[in-house]
């Protein structure tokens, strides 16, 4: 079964400049989520999709920060303009309950490491 | 919110040995599920162990176990037979509806 898949894998870009990152997850799976780590620190959930619905989208800042998730399979993060404390590597996870049921396991991405200078 | 914390930022183990890593949450829900994920310098996030709170049992894998105790909330791990393999940070996590993490522990081991 393959894995999460996320590309770039890196990304150097300059402040102020635009990135997209972009996840297929497991296939079959409903439940699509986007972490930020900030190095030194634990993965921030900034958006959670349910099929192609936004179920949680609390922590994205929505000013420079943008996710959709087509047809419920792949998804897209986009950050316009880029700042210095936005480098991070940023995880893509799926799991495969349709409910947001917690029992189910999540399943994590290798990640993109962006780097803004 | 429910909030996850982990007390310990680094924990330092010889090979063979066994070394304990302490995570404590807050929540007002009586329904919910424990992890412990591991990082490798590559940032892949690995399940190490799970925990469902309605069970009392504490869960295993190989040499991996937690100590869950509920009340206090409390969910610690235990990493037997320590082995260079095992070097990484590792994160606790809660879930309801939303998985939440700490902030991490690094663990090293000593040849």
Not at chain 2, 64 to 92: E, P, T
């Amino acid at each position: 079964e393959a894995g999460v898949a996320q590309s770039p894998r890196y990304k150097i870009i300059e402040k102020r400049q635009s990135v997209a990152f972009w996840c297929n997850p497991i296939s079959g799976h409903a439940t699509l989520y986007w972490y930020q780590q900030i190095l030194g620190q634990g993965p921030k959930l900034l958006i959670q999709f349910q099929n192609n619905g936004v179920v949680d989208d609390s922590q994205l800042p929505k000013d420079r920060f943008s996710a959709e998730r087509l047809k419920g399979v792949d998804s897209t993060l986009k950050i316009q303009p880029a700042k210095l404390e936005d480098s991070a590597v940023y995880l893509c996870a799926s799991s495969s309950d349709e409910t947001g049921v917690a029992e189910n396991t999540i399943y994590f991405g290798e990640g993109s490491w962006l780097t803004v200078v | 919110a429910q909030t996850v914390t982990q007390s310990q930022p680094e924990m330092s183990v010889q090979e063979a040995e066994t070394v304990t890593l302490s995570c404590t949450y807050d929540t007002s829900e009586s329904d919910y599920y424990l992890f412990w994920y591991k990082q490798p310098p590559s940032r892949q996030m690995i399940l190490v162990i799970r925990q469902e709170a309605y069970k009392q049992q504490n869960a295993t894998e190989n040499r991996f176990s937690v100590n869950f105790q509920k009340a206090a909330k409390s969910f610690s791990l235990k990493i037997s037979d320590s082995q260079l393999g095992d070097a990484a940070m590792y994160f606790c996590a809660y879930s309801d509806y939303k998985l939440s993490f700490g902030a991490g522990t690094t663990v090293t081991v000593r040849a």
